[in-house]
Structures are given as C-alpha cells and as structure tokens.
C-alpha cells in the first residue's frame, strides 16, 4: 500500500478525503460510501446506484397486454427502430 497523504478525524466524527484523490475516483459532493470494519482498520467502497438483483427480483415486473408478438415480430421491430434511428437518408 501507497501513503500519499493523511487527513484526521474532525470533532463532529468526520474524515476529509483528499481532493486528488477524489479527483481520481471522480467521487463528487454527496458521494455514498459503504464502511466497512477490516482488520488493521476500515474499508470505504462507494456504493453502488442501484442494489444487486438477480432475475427472479425483475422478472415479470412490466406486463404486456395484448397478443404475444413472435420472435420474428420483435426482431423486424427492432430493425425497424434501428434503421429508423441510424438511416440519415
């Protein structure tokens, strides 16, 4: 492990990271962190936008009404949408 740089716990329980390295992580003002408790100290890892899910938590979360297209229907579909967004003619 690099030390670079030190910081130090202010009354009110807080550590400033330093700005190079938020700099480097791209870490903005409001940025979540997930603390975590290690052996010779603590672990700060960002946290991520969105909770893991796995496919059971998704599937058949949006209903469809109507007749089941086939699988030739949604791909005509799709190379529809995909001509229409890239054809500039």
């Known amino acids: 492990m690099i030390v670079t740089d030190t910081t130090r716990l202010t009354p009110q329980g ?3 990271l330093p700005e190079s390295l938020r700099a480097a992580k791209h870490w903005e003002v409001g940025q979540e962190f997930l603390v975590m408790v ?3 100290g603590i672990f700060l890892k ?3 936008l969105f909770e893991p899910t796995t496919l059971e938590d998704v599937a058949g979360c949006l209903h469809y ?3 089941p ?3 030739i229907e949604m ?3 799709i190379a529809e949408g995909v001509k229409q967004r ?3 003619d």
């Open 65 to 67: 009404a109507g007749t």
């Open 14 to 16: 807080q550590v400033a």
């Open 46 to 48: 960002p946290k991520p």
């Open 75 to 77: 791909e005509h579909a």
């Open 69 to 71: 297209k086939t699988l």
């Open 38 to 40: 290690v052996d010779d």
């Open 86 to 88: 890239y054809d500039r």
